[in-house]
């Protein structure tokens, strides 16, 4: 990779929209720092394969500008893809090849030399070594998704794009994944992935995006996300409703809801202080008669689900 490089991807004002007149992708920007691992995440139709199609050369920008390692990708289209990995979402290895033979040819597609210890290293790693001999065709999906694995990882990319990488496997294998690429990231290789199981981002990711309708919405760190999900909200339900919220509730942030009828604190719980005892002696002061009480913790499932409601 050029080591002048600032960082691994480089997305600027990047629309994609198809010969049919749909705007897959809408002014996107977006910067991939080298050797990090992020998650690409959204609903069915978000755009996240259009996106990393973009990336890899494989989709043509409409407009806008993407250098992967420093090279522009459409421009420098060679120079860019020799340095990605791409393992497809899509399973297109139904063939008579070995699998030895596939991975050794995918390395030499890329004009690597040819290097039968690497490549029996990716097979090793992905439990691949006893079925090195096997045809594709004769492989179970979860086997054929490892072999795609194996011939991106083939050509040691700098770059590696994982398009839904552990849809359909089971969680042996999903844990064997995770434990791949965990090991080429700290060859510093730059991981992103897309996926629909949030653990799988949760578990992962150093930096997570969401895409909805071609657009990106949120880009943040995976623990500033995680600080969110440490949020949790009290709900006062009251005995009777309440018009407004009291001066001396309101600086304490408290919110109305249910036509008055339950009052909402919304507090940190890994925090030292909730606030919780102060909050309750207020309430008491202003002579407010509680029926029940409830906390509700909010998930990062929840968190996106919101995200993606406020969009429509
Ligand atoms: N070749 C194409 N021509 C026209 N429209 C397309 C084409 N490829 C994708 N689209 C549309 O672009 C939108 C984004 O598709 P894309 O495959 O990027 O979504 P995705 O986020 O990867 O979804 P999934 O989670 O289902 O894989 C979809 O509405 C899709 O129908
Ligand atoms: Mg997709």
Known sequence: MDTHAQAAVEISGLYKTYDTGFSALKNIDLTIHKGEIFALLGPNGAGKTTLIGTICGLVRPTSGTIKAGGYDVVREFRKSRAIIGLVPQELTTDRFESVWDTVVYTRGLFGKPRDDAHVEKVLRDLSLWSKRNDKLITLSGGMKRRVLIAKALSHEPDILFLDEPTAGVDVELRKDMWAVVR?????????????????????????????????????????????KLGRKDLVIQLQEPLDAVPDSLEELGLGLRDNGNELIYSYDSTADRTGIAGLMAAVHREGIRIKDLSTHQSSLEEIFIGLLKDRT
């Open 183 to 227: 090991e080429l990231r700290e060859s510093g290789v730059t991981i992103i992935l897309t996926t629909h199981y949030i653990e799988e981002a949760e578990e992962m990711a150093d930096r997570i995006g969401v895409i909805s309708n071609g657009e990106i919405i949120l880009v943040d760190g995976k623990d500033e996300l995680m600080r």
